[in-house]
């Protein structure tokens, strides 16, 4: 699945069209080949796949998606500057990738491929966790998301109860996809070098969040909890306006534990509960 064109490296592209990095777009380049195959490989098989992926840049990540068998890769990149660079892959390997140039914040993928697409990138940092949320809305339209954050988001995602990262977007993330830390990159990979470790995390969303609950509910109560993560659940839950310890009792959970203290099936129980008090 190599391409029908060889393609200059990543350094003389980026030296070609004058691809400085742009701080205030999240760039940091990653140019080492075998990092890039290994971050595809992290998806799975990608033979016959529909793959999106976002903030291409130079295309380092794009090539190893192309060069590991994907039948349709869709990019989205921002920056205008990119995308000679983008066509140039475009042409090397005919028919396979498609350039959207659009901000991914706005742009809703979905309506560009039927069925179910995988998605691989290496986020820009300052929009990921957006980006994170958006996708989990619309989750049963992605088999796999495979995804670099930095090691301190990364951290949140996979956190178990009674950590420091331990929040509101560990339990999101939990209660919606099975999630797989793979591995961290140093700094020194990138170029130019972001000041944090970089991590990759697959997560796989679930036909069915792990336990039931009203998806608005489970929300409000979480972040109630966490906003106050250190005052027991009987004095952080008072913002809620039902009696916290009818609801907490309901849940089977001691008014004296803390948000952190709380599993996912806990939190699930206790929205169920909110809406019976
Ligand atoms: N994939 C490349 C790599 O691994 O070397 C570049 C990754 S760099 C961390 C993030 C990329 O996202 C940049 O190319 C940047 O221009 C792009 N980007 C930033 N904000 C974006 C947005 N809102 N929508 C689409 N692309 C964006």
Request: contains cysteine.
């Amino acid at each position: 699945m190599a391409e029908e064109k060889p393609l200059p490296p990543l350094r003389e592209v980026i030296a070609q069209y004058g691809l400085n990095a742009d701080k205030s777009l999240g760039q940091n380049f990653l140019l080492d080949l075998n990092l890039t195959g290994r971050i595809a490989r992290c998806a799975g098989k990608l033979e016959g796949e529909t793959v999106i992926e976002i903030g291409p840049g130079p295309g380092g990540l794009t090539r190893a998606i192309l060069n590991a068998g994907a039948a349709r890769l869709i990019v989205i990149e921002k920056d205008t500057r990119c995308l000679p660079a983008l066509a140039d892959i475009a042409a090397a390997f005919p028919g396979r990738l498609e350039v959207l140039h659009e901000d991914a914040l706005e742009i809703d993928e979905t309506t560009f491929f039927e069925g179910k697409a995988k998605i691989i990138a290496n986020l820009p940092y300052n929009v990921a966790t957006p980006l994170l949320i958006k996708w989990l809305h619309r989750r049963e339209r992605f088999s796999s998301l495979t995804l670099m954050f930095q090691k301190e988001v990364a951290d949140r995602l996979t956190a178990i109860p009674r950590t420091k990262a331990y929040g509101r977007l560990s339990i999101l993330c939990q209660w919606l996809c099975e999630t797989r830390r793979e591995f961290d990159i140093s700094p020194r990979a990138f170029t130019p070098p972001p000041k944090v470790t970089s991590t990759v995390v697959t997560l796989i969303p679930r036909v069915e969040p792990r336990y039931p609950a009203d998806p608005a509910i489970l929300e409000k109560v979480v972040a109630a909890a966490f906003n106050q993560r250190r005052k027991m659940l009987r004095a952080s839950l008072k913002p809620l306006g039902r009696p916290p310890e009818e609801m907490l009792e309901k849940a089977g959970i001691d008014p004296t534990r803390r948000a952190e203290e709380l599993t996912v099936e806990e939190f699930c129980a206790l929205a169920r509960a909110y809406k019976t008090t």
